[in-house]
């Protein structure tokens, strides 16, 4: 079985997928940073990992009790990160541009 072939176990994912139902997003980032160096090419795995970065950017910004200043920074990290994985994805793509907006309508700098 070639490197490219392997896939991540089913367990894993459900793993990762209970604690991004339960709101444990950085515990569940913390699960699939290994298994995305062991497994780059589980499209299964990609598919999790940018739901829950676009989830967690989500929650950063329209639920978390953060102040702006904190929560923008973090869930622009979290869609951009998404992106690095998915550079198609619409929603991310439509969320830092919301966040820019809102930076740019302030004029204030966009954090990298």
Do not use: H, W
């Amino acid at each position: 079985m070639s490197c490219s072939e392997k896939k991540v176990d089913a367990n894993s994912l459900s793993k990762v997928n209970q604690l991004v139902e339960n709101g444990k997003y950085e515990e569940a980032l913390t699960l699939l940073t290994p298994l995305s160096n062991d497994f780059p090419n589980d499209e299964n795995l990609k598919a999790t990992q940018v739901r829950t970065l676009i989830l967690y950017g989500n929650y950063l910004m329209f639920d978390s009790p953060l102040p702006p200043k904190e929560k923008y920074p973090g869930a622009l990290k979290q869609y951009r990160s998404a992106l690095e994985i998915d550079p198609t994805n619409s929603e991310a793509n439509e969320n830092i541009q919301m966040i820019t907006s809102i930076y740019k309508s302030m004029g204030r700098e966009i954090p990298n």
